[in-house]
């Protein structure tokens, strides 16, 4: 169903934008917000979803610029509340049973690989995306540091996936084929996920 959902984005969104007009706005906003700003919700298409929005404004449905705007400032706010929440309840929320421990351990070898950069490296990687904040929260990063490098993460990878849907989904190929390069997008964003477990299980 999920999966489904995800496939079809292009029509939901098209749905959104013809029945509430400029209410895809604030819901681009809010998904977006939930997906980075949220520990407990990592799976939200965030790389898609910006893709296909960029697509429609290529379109005329909706303006590439407000949606640049919208969705830089949802991520940047979002990654701000997580780091926040990561800060103060960090302790108790590590040992909710909402939040796999796994993910947990994930972000934090993503952190030793790649240190400070990580909180704009993992703005490319599904899950690690939403629990790099929280970890930096956790570690009690230095805040003025941590907005630096989330105001330049989450202006490129808006940025990267909005002007690529918007230059580059009207082209037939891929707008005949919108549904599977939904799919192939998500694929691909797991990809270093699939790399580090694959790894992981050969040194374990």
Known sequence: MILEIFSNLDKVLI??????????????????F????????????????????????????????????????????????????????????CKSRFVKKDYLIRTQNFYEKYGAKAIILSRFVPIVRTFAPFIAGVGKMKYGKFLSYNVIGGILWVALF???GFFFGGIPLIEKNLSLTIILIIVISFVPIIVEYIKHKRTH
């Open 15 to 32: 749905s959104v934008i013809q029945n509430y007009g400029i209410l895809f706005y604030p819901l681009l906003f809010l998904l977006i």
């Open 34 to 93: 939930i997906e980075t700003g949220l520990v407990v919700f990592p799976f939200l298409p965030g790389d898609s979803l910006l893709f296909i929005s960029g697509t429609l404004a290529s379109k005329g449905l909706i303006n590439v610029i407000l949606i640049f705007v919208v969705a830089c400032l949802a991520a940047i706010i979002g990654d701000s509340v997580n780091y926040w929440t990561g800060n103060f309840v960090g302790g108790k929320i």
């Open 162 to 164: 909005v002007f690529a």
